[in-house]
């Protein structure tokens, strides 16, 4: 099964100085408590130009009516408001909410992107954003799986999936994730540098961000751009701060030197 390629339609935009960059909150839907840190975050973040989270805002996401449970109203309530007040959110798709779709950008005022988006920063420079299971290429199987559940069809069926049903699909399927995650070699299940240097190659950017690996990592590729990876939000590096110039900062969401 070949691995994903670079999107060649991949939409780009571009980032305003004091644009964040975050990834991987992996918010259970159905409790309101463990939603409450993001939900903070988003008070604090209005105001600022541009939000991009890289996937996995949730922890599962079968289908709409997960949007109902506590949690995933609550957050949704606060990404409402956040882009009602101004700031441009953009979500892409992770390996936990790829069925995330135009629906909750109807509740949230969000964009979504399935693919991945590139921007460019205020000093010019030309990056990618992507969640970064897409650089796992040495996960065979993942990658057949993946492709899999992002067809057509299981799209189609995620929309009119009950609740029930579609809380104990998301609950066999963490299940599942786990063990496999748990049995495979460590180098099957990380992050090619060749895939991430393929990736910005075939984009001509000279930087290529994503989360996916839950820490964080900055290092030059074959080519001569760059890599990072963000840590899971609520890690000591899970905030990038797009900067006037220079390039970004990784920093803390919770010490709030990227607010005012």
Known sequence: MPAPQPARELEWIDLAPRSLVIADLHLDPADAACCADFIAFLERAHGVPALL??????????????????????????????????????????????????????????????????????????????HGDELCTLDHAYQRLRRIVRSGPV?????????????????????????????????EKSIQLDAAAHWAAEL??????????????????????QLTVLDAFGGPH??????PAGPPRATSSA?????G
């Not at 892409?92 to 135009?102: A, S, V």
């Not at 001509?204 to 751009?225: F, I, K």
């Not at 899970?238 to 900067?243: G, H, K």
């Not at 010490?255 to 607010?259: Q, R």
Request: aromatic share 6%.
């Open 238 to 243: 899970d905030t990038l701060v797009i900067d």
């Open 255 to 259: 010490s709030g030197d990227w607010c």
């Open 53 to 130: 989270i890289l996937g996995d805002l949730f922890d599962a996401w079968v289908g709409r009516a997960h949007g109902a449970l506590p949690g995933a109203a609550a957050t949704i309530g606060a990404l409402w408001k956040l882009t009602a007040s101004g700031t441009q959110v953009h979500v892409l798709h992770g390996n936990r909410d790829f069925l995330l779709d135009e629906h909750f950008t109807g509740q949230t005022g969000a964009r979504v992107h399935p693919l991945g988006i590139g921007a460019r920063l205020p000093d010019g420079t030309r990056c990618v954003f992507i």
């Open 155 to 187: 799209r189609g069926l995620s929309r009119v999936m009950p609740l029930p049903l579609g809380r104990a699909v998301a609950r066999r399927l963490r299940r599942a994730s786990v063990q496999a995650i748990a049995a495979k070699p460590s180098v």
């Open 204 to 225: 001509d950017v000279s930087w290529l961000v994503c989360g996916h690996a839950h820490e964080y990592r900055t290092e030059p590729l074959e080519g001569g751009a």
